[in-house]
Protein backbone atom coordinates (compact mmCIF):
# COMPACT_ATOMS: atom_id res chain seq x y z
CA UNK A 1 0.00 0.00 0.00
CA UNK A 2 0.98 3.45 -1.55
CA UNK A 3 1.79 5.66 1.93
CA UNK A 4 1.49 9.12 0.03
CA UNK A 5 2.20 10.85 3.71
CA UNK A 6 5.76 9.77 2.64
CA UNK A 7 5.40 11.93 -0.82
CA UNK A 8 4.02 15.00 -0.20
CA UNK A 9 4.23 17.81 2.17
CA UNK A 10 0.35 18.81 3.14
CA UNK A 11 -0.52 21.70 0.88
CA UNK A 12 2.74 21.35 -1.06
CA UNK A 13 2.69 21.27 -4.46
CA UNK A 14 3.89 17.97 -4.97
CA UNK A 15 0.31 16.80 -3.57
CA UNK A 16 -1.08 18.85 -5.33
CA UNK A 17 0.09 17.27 -8.37
CA UNK A 18 0.26 13.85 -6.51
CA UNK A 19 -3.90 14.14 -6.43
CA UNK A 20 -4.00 13.88 -9.76
CA UNK A 21 -2.06 10.72 -10.00
CA UNK A 22 -4.51 7.34 -10.70
CA UNK A 23 -1.49 5.18 -8.56
CA UNK A 24 -3.30 2.25 -9.90
CA UNK A 25 -1.87 3.10 -13.66
CA UNK A 26 1.62 3.92 -12.29
CA UNK A 27 4.44 3.25 -14.78
CA UNK A 28 6.39 -0.07 -14.26
CA UNK A 29 9.65 1.11 -15.15
CA UNK A 30 11.10 4.33 -15.45
CA UNK A 31 14.36 4.85 -17.35
CA UNK A 32 16.02 8.49 -16.96
CA UNK A 33 18.89 10.73 -19.25
CA UNK A 34 20.29 12.98 -16.51
CA UNK A 35 21.37 15.91 -18.83
CA UNK A 36 22.08 19.37 -17.61
CA UNK A 37 25.03 19.29 -15.15
CA UNK A 38 27.70 20.81 -17.14
CA UNK A 39 24.89 23.62 -17.97
CA UNK A 40 23.61 24.04 -14.50
CA UNK A 41 27.35 24.52 -13.02
CA UNK A 42 28.43 27.00 -15.99
CA UNK A 43 25.19 28.94 -15.15
CA UNK A 44 26.49 29.39 -11.41
CA UNK A 45 30.12 30.10 -13.07
CA UNK A 46 31.20 26.71 -11.52
CA UNK A 47 33.71 23.94 -12.68
CA UNK A 48 31.77 21.47 -14.30
CA UNK A 49 32.31 18.81 -11.57
CA UNK A 50 30.52 20.81 -8.94
CA UNK A 51 27.32 20.37 -11.53
CA UNK A 52 28.16 16.51 -10.98
CA UNK A 53 27.87 17.26 -7.62
CA UNK A 54 24.76 18.70 -6.83
CA UNK A 55 23.31 15.96 -9.08
CA UNK A 56 23.37 13.27 -6.28
CA UNK A 57 20.69 15.45 -4.63
CA UNK A 58 18.47 14.55 -7.39
CA UNK A 59 19.47 11.15 -7.67
CA UNK A 60 18.52 10.62 -3.60
CA UNK A 61 15.15 12.44 -4.25
CA UNK A 62 14.22 10.40 -7.50
CA UNK A 63 15.29 7.12 -6.45
CA UNK A 64 13.68 7.46 -2.81
CA UNK A 65 10.42 8.66 -4.78
CA UNK A 66 10.25 5.76 -6.83
CA UNK A 67 10.56 3.73 -4.05
CA UNK A 68 7.85 4.88 -2.49
CA UNK A 69 5.21 5.15 -5.12
CA UNK A 70 6.09 1.14 -5.14
CA UNK A 71 7.58 1.11 -8.68
CA UNK A 72 8.90 -1.52 -10.04
CA UNK A 73 12.20 -0.60 -11.51
CA UNK A 74 13.88 2.84 -12.26
CA UNK A 75 17.52 3.31 -14.38
CA UNK A 76 19.59 6.30 -14.61
CA UNK A 77 22.39 6.54 -17.39
CA UNK A 78 25.35 7.93 -14.73
CA UNK A 79 28.14 7.42 -17.26
CA UNK A 80 28.23 5.93 -20.98
CA UNK A 81 30.61 4.74 -23.35
CA UNK A 82 31.20 7.94 -25.08
CA UNK A 83 31.96 9.65 -21.97
CA UNK A 84 35.42 8.56 -21.74
CA UNK A 85 36.14 11.44 -24.38
CA UNK A 86 35.56 13.99 -21.35
CA UNK A 87 38.95 15.17 -19.57
CA UNK A 88 40.53 13.05 -17.10
CA UNK A 89 39.66 14.89 -14.32
CA UNK A 90 36.32 15.27 -14.89
CA UNK A 91 35.85 11.34 -15.36
CA UNK A 92 37.87 10.77 -12.62
CA UNK A 93 35.61 12.78 -10.40
CA UNK A 94 32.24 11.35 -11.41
CA UNK A 95 33.72 7.58 -10.20
CA UNK A 96 34.81 9.24 -7.57
CA UNK A 97 31.23 10.81 -6.82
CA UNK A 98 29.81 7.24 -7.58
CA UNK A 99 31.88 5.50 -4.62
CA UNK A 100 31.06 8.17 -2.84
CA UNK A 101 27.30 7.99 -3.40
CA UNK A 102 27.46 4.18 -2.64
CA UNK A 103 29.12 4.18 0.47
CA UNK A 104 26.66 7.18 1.83
CA UNK A 105 23.36 5.64 0.40
CA UNK A 106 23.76 2.32 0.81
CA UNK A 107 21.98 2.12 4.21
CA UNK A 108 19.13 4.05 2.27
CA UNK A 109 18.82 1.61 0.12
CA UNK A 110 18.22 -1.06 2.53
CA UNK A 111 15.82 0.89 4.20
CA UNK A 112 13.54 1.36 1.34
CA UNK A 113 13.93 -2.39 0.72
CA UNK A 114 15.88 -1.23 -2.85
CA UNK A 115 17.94 -3.40 -4.70
CA UNK A 116 20.74 -2.00 -6.34
CA UNK A 117 22.14 -3.32 -10.24
CA UNK A 118 24.41 -2.29 -12.48
CA UNK A 119 24.50 -2.45 -16.20
CA UNK A 120 27.16 -1.74 -18.89
CA UNK A 121 30.35 -2.98 -19.31
CA UNK A 122 30.98 -2.94 -15.74
CA UNK A 123 34.57 -4.76 -16.49
CA UNK A 124 36.02 -1.80 -17.67
CA UNK A 125 35.62 0.40 -14.56
CA UNK A 126 38.58 0.85 -12.46
CA UNK A 127 38.62 -2.45 -10.30
CA UNK A 128 38.22 0.32 -6.96
CA UNK A 129 34.76 1.17 -8.72
CA UNK A 130 33.87 -2.29 -9.36
CA UNK A 131 34.64 -3.44 -5.80
CA UNK A 132 32.01 -1.24 -4.01
CA UNK A 133 29.52 -1.73 -7.15
CA UNK A 134 29.81 -5.31 -6.06
CA UNK A 135 29.41 -4.83 -2.33
CA UNK A 136 26.58 -2.81 -3.11
CA UNK A 137 24.62 -5.02 -5.61
CA UNK A 138 25.17 -7.86 -2.99
CA UNK A 139 24.14 -6.42 -0.11
CA UNK A 140 20.98 -5.38 -1.62
CA UNK A 141 20.30 -8.65 -3.27
CA UNK A 142 17.97 -9.53 -1.08
CA UNK A 143 15.30 -6.53 -1.14
CA UNK A 144 12.11 -6.67 -2.87
CA UNK A 145 11.04 -3.19 -3.54
CA UNK A 146 12.27 -1.31 -6.21
CA UNK A 147 14.72 -2.38 -8.53
CA UNK A 148 17.74 0.59 -8.98
CA UNK A 149 19.93 -0.21 -11.91
CA UNK A 150 22.63 2.65 -12.84
CA UNK A 151 23.89 2.54 -16.08
CA UNK A 152 27.78 2.94 -16.33
CA UNK A 153 30.24 2.58 -19.23
CA UNK A 154 26.96 1.87 -21.14
CA UNK A 155 25.97 2.32 -24.79
CA UNK A 156 22.92 0.83 -26.40
CA UNK A 157 24.99 0.24 -28.70
CA UNK A 158 27.45 -1.72 -27.00
CA UNK A 159 24.67 -3.67 -25.28
CA UNK A 160 23.45 -5.32 -28.58
CA UNK A 161 26.87 -5.78 -30.01
CA UNK A 162 27.63 -7.53 -26.42
CA UNK A 163 24.30 -9.41 -26.79
CA UNK A 164 24.70 -11.20 -30.10
CA UNK A 165 28.47 -11.91 -28.93
CA UNK A 166 26.57 -13.93 -25.70
CA UNK A 167 24.57 -15.34 -27.50
CA UNK A 168 27.03 -16.77 -30.31
CA UNK A 169 29.00 -18.12 -27.47
CA UNK A 170 26.09 -19.64 -25.66
CA UNK A 171 24.93 -20.70 -28.82
CA UNK A 172 28.74 -22.30 -29.87
CA UNK A 173 29.39 -24.35 -26.26
CA UNK A 174 25.39 -25.62 -26.33
CA UNK A 175 25.69 -26.74 -29.81
CA UNK A 176 22.47 -25.36 -30.88
CA UNK A 177 23.34 -24.96 -34.41
CA UNK A 178 19.29 -25.10 -35.75
CA UNK A 179 18.39 -22.54 -32.93
CA UNK A 180 16.02 -19.70 -33.93
CA UNK A 181 16.68 -16.16 -32.64
CA UNK A 182 13.75 -14.54 -31.96
CA UNK A 183 12.81 -11.36 -29.88
CA UNK A 184 12.26 -12.73 -26.67
CA UNK A 185 15.36 -15.10 -27.05
CA UNK A 186 17.05 -11.85 -27.79
CA UNK A 187 16.01 -9.74 -24.96
CA UNK A 188 16.81 -12.65 -22.86
CA UNK A 189 20.46 -11.83 -23.29
CA UNK A 190 20.23 -8.19 -22.52
CA UNK A 191 21.81 -6.70 -19.72
CA UNK A 192 18.52 -6.13 -18.46
CA UNK A 193 17.23 -9.57 -18.99
CA UNK A 194 14.21 -10.75 -16.80
CA UNK A 195 13.65 -6.60 -16.46
CA UNK A 196 10.33 -4.96 -18.13
CA UNK A 197 10.94 -2.62 -20.16
CA UNK A 198 10.97 1.08 -19.96
CA UNK A 199 7.82 2.18 -20.80
CA UNK A 200 8.43 6.09 -19.40
CA UNK A 201 11.55 7.68 -20.47
CA UNK A 202 12.30 10.74 -18.82
CA UNK A 203 14.93 13.03 -20.78
CA UNK A 204 15.99 16.24 -18.32
CA UNK A 205 17.68 19.08 -19.89
CA UNK A 206 15.34 19.60 -22.86
CA UNK A 207 17.50 17.78 -25.35
CA UNK A 208 15.53 15.99 -28.10
CA UNK A 209 17.74 12.76 -28.57
CA UNK A 210 18.25 9.29 -26.87
CA UNK A 211 21.75 9.15 -26.47
CA UNK A 212 22.43 5.90 -27.06
CA UNK A 213 20.29 4.81 -24.34
CA UNK A 214 18.27 1.01 -23.67
CA UNK A 215 17.88 1.34 -27.20
CA UNK A 216 16.35 -2.05 -27.85
CA UNK A 217 14.34 -1.68 -24.61
CA UNK A 218 12.78 2.07 -25.34
CA UNK A 219 10.86 0.76 -28.48
CA UNK A 220 7.61 1.43 -27.14
CA UNK A 221 8.85 4.19 -24.38
CA UNK A 222 6.17 7.06 -23.93
CA UNK A 223 9.50 9.85 -24.15
CA UNK A 224 8.94 12.83 -21.34
CA UNK A 225 11.23 15.53 -22.53
CA UNK A 226 12.25 18.42 -19.42
CA UNK A 227 13.89 21.61 -19.79
CA UNK A 228 14.47 21.36 -16.19
CA UNK A 229 18.38 20.50 -15.30
CA UNK A 230 19.28 17.43 -13.84
CA UNK A 231 20.68 18.82 -10.50
CA UNK A 232 16.94 20.82 -10.35
CA UNK A 233 15.19 17.61 -10.95
CA UNK A 234 12.61 17.22 -8.15
CA UNK A 235 10.12 15.11 -6.67
CA UNK A 236 7.19 17.41 -8.34
CA UNK A 237 8.99 17.10 -11.59
CA UNK A 238 8.99 12.84 -11.57
CA UNK A 239 5.26 13.63 -10.52
CA UNK A 240 4.95 15.95 -13.72
CA UNK A 241 6.42 13.02 -15.76
CA UNK A 242 3.88 10.68 -14.52
CA UNK A 243 1.39 12.93 -15.23
CA UNK A 244 2.20 12.84 -18.28
CA UNK A 245 2.60 9.98 -19.19
CA UNK A 246 -1.13 8.48 -17.67
CA UNK A 247 -2.54 11.03 -20.46
CA UNK A 248 -1.02 9.31 -23.29
CA UNK A 249 -2.83 6.34 -25.34
CA UNK A 250 -0.41 3.50 -25.27
CA UNK A 251 -1.58 1.83 -28.09
CA UNK A 252 1.39 -0.05 -29.02
CA UNK A 253 1.04 -0.05 -33.03
CA UNK A 254 -2.79 -0.67 -32.83
CA UNK A 255 -5.90 0.86 -32.93
CA UNK A 256 -8.16 2.26 -30.49
CA UNK A 257 -12.03 0.03 -30.44
CA UNK A 258 -13.67 3.30 -31.42
CA UNK A 259 -11.62 3.34 -34.47
CA UNK A 260 -11.57 -0.41 -34.98
CA UNK A 261 -15.55 -0.42 -34.90
CA UNK A 262 -15.16 2.30 -37.72
CA UNK A 263 -13.25 0.86 -40.28
CA UNK A 264 -15.00 -2.69 -39.86
CA UNK A 265 -18.33 -0.44 -40.28
CA UNK A 266 -16.57 1.24 -43.82
CA UNK A 267 -15.90 -2.54 -44.81
CA UNK A 268 -19.21 -3.81 -44.52
CA UNK A 269 -20.43 -0.40 -46.08
CA UNK A 270 -18.12 -0.92 -49.26
CA UNK A 271 -19.56 -4.51 -49.38
CA UNK A 272 -23.32 -4.00 -49.45
Given at each position: ?29 I ?19 E ?13 E ?5 E ?10 V ?15 L ?28 DP ?7 Y ?6 E??G????I?L ?5 A?I ?6 I?A ?16 F?D??Y ?19 S ?14 T ?6 F????L ?13 Y ?9 M ?10
Open positions: MIDVRKLAEPGSSEETLLEKIDLKRLPKHAVIMDGNGRWARARHLPRVGHRAGIASVREIVTAARLLGVMTLYAFSENWKRPRYEVATLMMLKEYLRKELQTLMENNIRFLPIGRIDGLSVQRELRAQEKTANSLLFQANYGGREVDTCNRMTLREKEMTDAVIDEAFSHLTANVDDPDLLIRTSGELRVNFLLWQIAYAEIHVKVLWPDRRKHFEAILDFQSRERRGGVEPSDAEFVEADDAASS
